[in-house]
């Protein structure tokens, strides 16, 4: 069975400073793909980054990084130089058939 | 692109009536994807289709709900009769499947539609 985890339901970080969101997942699917999405207050769901599992250099985009350790089965999301804007749900989900959630982090940036 | 389109915003309905939820996906994308989102149960993967049929239905949670997608450019999430537990955020998103380059293989979010059954 697949399965996400997200240990963190709450998280602070100063605006300027970075932050690293956990998530772990198991399966024994060989091929799988690992996502994070941004839930703002006003509800839509945001894709941020993309790992595949054969992927061998860790995914990055903008201020986005997934941090992907594959024998420890984690995918985590470091976000650098933290903005007010960031404050926000986040969702670790992962992909072998069908999309599976974990329960999300709740982030907030303070000034 | 116009991204995926949900309508209504927001629905406000009575125990008992007919709710109907209306997707457009992305223009060219295959599958589609319709989820709840509830603060007890998180975001729950409700039923799938890919080239407008149903692929996977177990997470409807009952009869009362049911899922179409007439065509590769609309579908339907339709309860009947609703209930209060119902009351949730429901997700539409969509994705376009490629061997080539699985960062395209990302499913986009619509805005949803968040439904309070009275």
């Known amino acids: 069975a697949q399965k996400i985890t997200q240990t963190q339901p709450g998280m602070f970080v100063q605006e300027k400073e970075a932050v690293t969101l956990d998530c772990t997942y198991d399966?024994?699917?060989?091929?799988?793909?690992l996502f994070w999405y941004k839930q703002p207050s006003s509800g839509e769901m945001i894709f941020l980054i993309y790992q595949g599992s054969y992927d061998q250099q860790n995914a990055t985009e903008g201020r986005y990084s997934l941090n992907f350790q594959k024998a420890r089965k984690s995918a985590n999301l470091v976000i650098s130089a933290s903005q007010l804007g960031d404050s926000a749900m986040y969702f670790c989900a992962m992909r072998g058939g069908k999309l599976i959630f974990g329960q999300g982090t709740e982030l907030s940036v303070k000034p | 692109d116009a991204g995926v389109i949900q309508s209504p915003r927001h629905e406000v309905t009575e125990m008992g009536q007919e709710v109907t939820l209306r997707c457009k996906p992305i223009?060219?994308?295959?599958?589609l994807f319709w989820y709840r989102q509830t603060m007890m149960r998180g975001l729950e993967l409700l039923i799938y289709f890919n080239n407008n049929v149903p692929i996977d239905d177990s997470g409807m949670p009952e009869d009362r709900f049911s899922a179409k997608m007439p065509n590769a450019s609309f579908s339907t999430l339709k309860i009947q009769p609703s209930e209060p537990r119902d009351s949730a955020v429901y997700f539409c998103?969509?994705?376009?499947?490629?061997?080539?380059?699985?960062?395209?293989?990302?499913?986009?979010f619509g805005p949803g539609t968040r439904l309070t059954v009275l």
């Open positions: 998103a969509s994705r376009k499947f490629s061997f080539r380059d699985r960062g395209l293989d990302t499913q986009y």
């Open positions: 223009s060219g994308h295959d599958y």
């Open positions: 399966t024994s699917d060989p091929s799988y793909g």
